[in-house]
Antibody, heavy 121, light 110 residues
Framework: QVQLVESGGGVVQPGGSLRLSCAAS????????MHWVRQAPGKGLEWVTY????????YYADSVKGRFTISRDNSKNTLYLEMNSLRAEDTAVYYC??????????????WGQGTLVTVSS | QSALTQPASVSGSPGQSITISCTGT?????????VSWYQQHPGKAPKLMIY???NRPSGVSDRFSGSKSGNTASLTISGLQAEDEADYYC??????????FGTGTKVTAL
């Protein structure tokens, strides 16, 4: 069965950095685009970033552009999110999600359980 | 990219049908048949209920159905049950090859 397991969350000071990982299993990882989606405490879902199945193309929400970097290692079935210059408003549960397509950001059919990132001094 | 507009809350009696709307623009909902709906219970990850406007993933009850007209998509829950109480979010593909989520709707079974 499809499994997505996020890790790497924690408490970080404003201006700091953090790298999240998402370990995938149960499907052919290299065939599908992948997303990161976040949810601030008590708030709605916010799309963060998407990467093609090949890793060649990446897309970002304006709120994180220039600060966050999505990447993937298809040999390790793992998705990453490098987060720099973190702000208090980046505090959220971060989910990775698998798309049903390889090169179109269309829908997340499977989601991980999420990892909490808290930006606070 | 502005969030898609959903009603903050929708309620109905058990057994009734309710409909949640999701209004976007001709750069997202109106332009593509890539509208999806998610159900989220408190403290849980979102669950896909409808994709590509009308399709149900395997295992999702046929009480859930989707549709679209112009820039507005809709999710209908027929025969509302207590277990359907949750937050519901729509999302759409955009012209920037990104996703945009709706503002979210809290469904209550009275």
């Amino acid at each position: 069965q499809v499994q997505l397991v996020e890790s790497g969350g924690g408490v970080v000071q404003p201006g700091g950095s953090l790298r999240l990982s998402c370990a995938a299993s149960g499907f052919i990882f290299r065939n599908y685009g992948m997303h990161w989606v976040r949810q601030a405490p008590g708030k709605g879902l916010e799309w963060v970033t998407y990467i093609y199945f090949t890793g060649d193309n990446k897309y970002y929400a304006d709120s994180v552009k220039g600060r966050f970097t999505i990447s993937r290692d298809n040999s390790k079935n793992t998705l990453y999110l490098e987060m720099n210059s973190l702000r208090a408003e980046d505090t959220a549960v971060y989910y990775c999600a698998k798309d049903i397509r390889g090169n179109t950001a269309s829908v997340g059919d499977y989601w991980g359980q999420g990892t909490l990132v808290t930006v606070s001094s | 990219q502005s969030a898609l507009t959903q009603p903050a809350s929708v309620s109905g009696s058990p057994g009734q049908s309710i409909t949640i709307s999701c209004t976007g623009t001709n750069s997202d909902v109106g332009a593509y048949n890539y509208v999806s709906w998610y159900q989220q219970h408190p403290g849980k990850a979102p669950k896909l209920m409808i994709y590509d406007v009308i399709n149900r993933p395997s295992g999702v009850s046929d009480r859930f159905s989707g549709s679209k007209s112009g820039n507005t998509a809709s999710l209908t829950i027929s025969g509302l049950q207590a277990e359907d109480e949750a937050d519901y979010y729509c999302t759409s593909h955009t012209s920037s090859n990104s996703l945009v989520f709706g503002t979210g709707t809290k469904v209550t079974a009275l």
